[in-house]
Protein backbone atom coordinates (compact mmCIF):
# COMPACT_ATOMS: atom_id res chain seq x y z
CA UNK A 1 0.00 0.00 0.00
CA UNK A 2 1.37 3.21 -1.01
CA UNK A 3 1.37 5.66 1.62
CA UNK A 4 2.85 8.58 -0.14
CA UNK A 5 2.35 11.13 -3.45
CA UNK A 6 3.79 12.94 -6.00
CA UNK A 7 3.79 16.03 -3.95
CA UNK A 8 5.98 14.43 -1.26
CA UNK A 9 8.69 14.81 -3.80
CA UNK A 10 10.54 17.32 -5.60
CA UNK A 11 10.58 15.78 -8.75
CA UNK A 12 11.36 12.25 -11.13
CA UNK A 13 14.65 11.80 -9.82
CA UNK A 14 13.64 11.70 -6.29
CA UNK A 15 11.23 9.35 -6.54
CA UNK A 16 13.13 7.08 -8.07
CA UNK A 17 15.70 7.50 -5.03
CA UNK A 18 12.46 6.52 -2.84
CA UNK A 19 12.16 3.07 -5.06
CA UNK A 20 15.89 2.28 -5.07
CA UNK A 21 16.03 2.66 -1.08
CA UNK A 22 12.69 1.39 -0.36
CA UNK A 23 13.37 -1.77 -2.63
CA UNK A 24 17.19 -1.73 -0.97
CA UNK A 25 18.57 -1.52 -4.38
CA UNK A 26 22.17 -1.13 -5.16
CA UNK A 27 22.36 2.52 -7.25
CA UNK A 28 25.31 1.37 -9.01
CA UNK A 29 23.72 -1.77 -10.55
CA UNK A 30 19.89 -0.91 -10.53
CA UNK A 31 17.78 -3.22 -12.39
CA UNK A 32 16.09 -1.17 -15.39
CA UNK A 33 13.51 -3.66 -15.39
CA UNK A 34 12.65 -3.44 -11.73
CA UNK A 35 13.22 0.13 -11.33
CA UNK A 36 10.84 0.53 -14.46
CA UNK A 37 8.59 -1.76 -12.50
CA UNK A 38 7.82 0.18 -9.36
CA UNK A 39 8.26 3.32 -11.53
CA UNK A 40 5.22 2.54 -13.58
CA UNK A 41 3.61 0.85 -10.72
CA UNK A 42 3.71 4.25 -8.70
CA UNK A 43 2.34 6.78 -11.77
CA UNK A 44 -0.44 4.14 -12.26
CA UNK A 45 -1.46 4.08 -8.77
CA UNK A 46 -1.47 8.18 -8.82
CA UNK A 47 -3.58 7.85 -11.94
CA UNK A 48 -6.41 5.58 -10.11
CA UNK A 49 -6.36 8.12 -7.09
CA UNK A 50 -7.14 11.03 -9.89
CA UNK A 51 -3.94 12.82 -8.55
CA UNK A 52 -2.41 14.95 -10.83
CA UNK A 53 0.81 13.92 -12.19
CA UNK A 54 3.51 16.52 -13.42
CA UNK A 55 4.56 15.77 -17.15
CA UNK A 56 8.30 15.58 -15.85
CA UNK A 57 6.81 12.24 -13.80
CA UNK A 58 5.56 10.72 -17.45
CA UNK A 59 9.16 11.75 -19.44
CA UNK A 60 11.16 9.95 -17.09
CA UNK A 61 8.14 7.13 -17.45
CA UNK A 62 9.07 7.20 -20.92
CA UNK A 63 12.76 7.26 -20.61
CA UNK A 64 12.81 4.30 -18.37
CA UNK A 65 10.77 2.15 -20.82
CA UNK A 66 12.68 3.16 -23.84
CA UNK A 67 15.74 1.92 -21.91
CA UNK A 68 14.10 -1.10 -20.77
CA UNK A 69 12.84 -1.69 -24.47
CA UNK A 70 16.54 -1.23 -25.77
CA UNK A 71 17.76 -4.39 -23.21
CA UNK A 72 14.65 -6.36 -25.05
CA UNK A 73 16.00 -6.55 -28.62
CA UNK A 74 18.66 -7.79 -30.39
CA UNK A 75 21.57 -5.55 -30.43
CA UNK A 76 25.25 -5.84 -32.48
CA UNK A 77 27.90 -6.09 -30.27
CA UNK A 78 29.44 -2.63 -30.63
CA UNK A 79 26.32 -1.02 -29.76
CA UNK A 80 26.57 0.60 -26.44
CA UNK A 81 23.89 3.13 -26.40
CA UNK A 82 21.58 0.94 -24.35
CA UNK A 83 24.34 0.90 -21.77
CA UNK A 84 24.77 4.92 -22.42
CA UNK A 85 21.52 5.41 -21.21
CA UNK A 86 21.83 3.16 -18.56
CA UNK A 87 24.62 4.74 -17.18
CA UNK A 88 23.74 8.23 -17.94
CA UNK A 89 20.58 7.38 -15.94
CA UNK A 90 22.83 6.55 -12.49
CA UNK A 91 24.94 9.49 -13.16
CA UNK A 92 22.38 11.84 -12.59
CA UNK A 93 21.09 10.06 -9.71
CA UNK A 94 24.15 10.18 -8.17
CA UNK A 95 24.79 13.71 -8.88
CA UNK A 96 21.02 14.43 -7.75
CA UNK A 97 21.64 12.31 -4.36
CA UNK A 98 24.62 14.59 -3.40
CA UNK A 99 22.34 17.58 -4.02
CA UNK A 100 19.49 16.33 -1.61
CA UNK A 101 22.21 15.47 0.74
CA UNK A 102 23.96 18.56 1.40
CA UNK A 103 19.94 20.06 1.08
CA UNK A 104 19.32 17.71 4.07
CA UNK A 105 22.60 19.29 5.60
CA UNK A 106 21.80 22.84 4.75
CA UNK A 107 17.99 22.51 6.44
CA UNK A 108 19.28 20.98 9.70
CA UNK A 109 21.80 24.04 10.28
CA UNK A 110 18.92 26.32 9.76
CA UNK A 111 16.62 24.24 12.44
CA UNK A 112 20.03 24.87 14.51
CA UNK A 113 20.47 28.34 14.04
CA UNK A 114 16.71 28.92 15.08
CA UNK A 115 17.76 28.13 18.90
CA UNK A 116 20.05 30.82 18.58
CA UNK A 117 18.89 34.14 19.62
CA UNK A 118 20.38 37.69 19.43
CA UNK A 119 19.88 41.33 21.12
CA UNK A 120 19.88 44.37 19.22
CA UNK A 121 23.20 46.69 19.80
CA UNK A 122 22.90 48.98 22.66
CA UNK A 123 25.54 51.89 22.79
CA UNK A 124 27.78 50.99 26.23
CA UNK A 125 30.24 54.17 25.66
CA UNK A 126 29.29 55.16 28.60
CA UNK A 127 30.31 52.24 30.45
CA UNK A 128 33.88 52.11 29.06
CA UNK A 129 35.56 53.26 31.71
CA UNK A 130 33.57 52.09 34.75
CA UNK A 131 36.10 52.78 37.44
CA UNK A 132 35.50 56.86 36.68
CA UNK A 133 33.07 58.44 38.66
CA UNK A 134 31.67 55.72 40.49
CA UNK A 135 31.34 55.99 44.22
CA UNK A 136 31.20 52.53 45.87
CA UNK A 137 31.87 53.83 48.58
CA UNK A 138 33.97 51.38 51.11
CA UNK A 139 33.49 48.44 48.52
CA UNK A 140 36.60 48.25 45.72
CA UNK A 141 35.13 48.16 41.95
CA UNK A 142 37.57 45.12 41.82
CA UNK A 143 35.63 43.53 44.91
CA UNK A 144 32.09 43.80 43.01
CA UNK A 145 33.42 42.46 39.75
CA UNK A 146 34.63 39.73 41.88
CA UNK A 147 31.40 38.84 43.69
CA UNK A 148 29.82 39.33 40.01
CA UNK A 149 32.34 36.41 38.25
CA UNK A 150 31.41 34.28 40.96
CA UNK A 151 27.66 34.72 40.56
CA UNK A 152 27.91 33.75 37.28
CA UNK A 153 29.98 30.60 38.26
CA UNK A 154 27.19 30.26 41.04
CA UNK A 155 24.60 30.47 38.36
CA UNK A 156 26.26 28.10 35.91
CA UNK A 157 25.75 25.40 37.94
CA UNK A 158 22.29 25.93 39.33
CA UNK A 159 21.27 26.71 35.36
CA UNK A 160 18.43 23.43 34.92
CA UNK A 161 18.36 21.21 31.93
CA UNK A 162 15.56 22.57 30.29
CA UNK A 163 15.18 26.75 30.28
CA UNK A 164 12.18 28.23 28.72
CA UNK A 165 13.25 30.73 26.56
CA UNK A 166 11.27 34.50 26.41
CA UNK A 167 11.82 37.23 23.48
CA UNK A 168 11.68 39.99 26.57
CA UNK A 169 14.19 42.59 25.83
CA UNK A 170 15.97 44.50 28.73
CA UNK A 171 17.24 48.10 28.16
CA UNK A 172 19.58 49.69 30.96
CA UNK A 173 16.84 52.26 31.47
CA UNK A 174 14.23 50.07 31.67
CA UNK A 175 15.98 47.53 34.00
CA UNK A 176 17.48 50.37 36.08
CA UNK A 177 14.14 51.99 37.23
CA UNK A 178 13.02 48.14 37.96
CA UNK A 179 15.92 47.45 40.74
CA UNK A 180 14.86 51.17 41.88
CA UNK A 181 11.17 50.32 42.47
CA UNK A 182 12.91 46.53 44.07
CA UNK A 183 14.55 48.78 46.11
CA UNK A 184 11.77 51.20 47.42
CA UNK A 185 9.86 48.15 48.33
CA UNK A 186 12.65 46.00 50.18
CA UNK A 187 14.92 48.84 51.30
CA UNK A 188 18.08 46.90 51.34
CA UNK A 189 18.65 43.06 49.03
CA UNK A 190 21.57 41.18 48.21
CA UNK A 191 23.82 41.99 45.34
CA UNK A 192 22.90 38.49 43.85
CA UNK A 193 18.79 39.17 44.48
CA UNK A 194 18.59 41.54 41.75
CA UNK A 195 19.59 38.68 38.83
CA UNK A 196 16.35 36.86 39.12
CA UNK A 197 16.85 34.82 35.90
CA UNK A 198 19.70 32.90 34.27
CA UNK A 199 19.23 34.62 30.86
CA UNK A 200 22.44 36.03 29.78
CA UNK A 201 21.00 39.24 28.07
CA UNK A 202 19.25 39.83 31.12
CA UNK A 203 22.27 39.27 33.95
CA UNK A 204 24.26 41.63 31.86
CA UNK A 205 21.66 44.17 31.63
CA UNK A 206 21.34 44.23 35.52
CA UNK A 207 24.61 44.53 35.62
CA UNK A 208 25.26 47.41 33.68
CA UNK A 209 22.11 48.82 35.66
CA UNK A 210 23.72 48.65 38.81
CA UNK A 211 26.84 50.39 37.70
CA UNK A 212 24.40 53.07 35.80
CA UNK A 213 22.85 53.41 39.33
CA UNK A 214 26.10 54.19 41.03
CA UNK A 215 27.42 56.46 38.88
CA UNK A 216 24.33 58.46 38.61
CA UNK A 217 24.67 58.64 42.86
CA UNK A 218 21.36 56.97 43.40
CA UNK A 219 22.14 53.56 45.45
CA UNK A 220 24.70 52.49 48.28
CA UNK A 221 26.72 49.09 47.76
CA UNK A 222 28.09 48.26 51.50
CA UNK A 223 29.67 45.15 52.39
CA UNK A 224 30.54 45.05 56.05
CA UNK A 225 33.31 42.67 56.20
CA UNK A 226 35.57 41.42 53.64
CA UNK A 227 34.20 37.96 52.29
CA UNK A 228 30.55 38.96 53.72
CA UNK A 229 27.66 39.37 50.82
CA UNK A 230 27.12 42.90 49.32
CA UNK A 231 24.34 44.92 50.07
CA UNK A 232 22.58 47.18 47.88
CA UNK A 233 19.97 50.04 49.36
CA UNK A 234 19.00 53.66 47.91
CA UNK A 235 20.64 56.82 49.13
CA UNK A 236 19.63 57.87 52.66
CA UNK A 237 18.07 54.42 53.47
CA UNK A 238 19.80 52.27 56.17
Known sequence: ???VTINDFEGPLDLLLHLIKKHDMDIMNISIEEITKQYLDFITKMEEMNLNIASEYLVMASELIEIKSSTLLPK???ET???DERENLINRLIEYKKYKEVTDQFKQLELERQNYYTKPEENLNMYADASEGLDLGDV???ILLEAFSKFLVRKEEEKPLNTKITKKEYSVKQRSTEIINVLKNKKKVYFEELFETNKKDYIIVTFLSILNLVRKHEVNIVQENNF???TISLRGEA
Open 76 to 78: KEE
Open 81 to 83: EEE
Open 228 to 230: DRI
Open 140 to 142: DLN
Open 1 to 3: MYQ
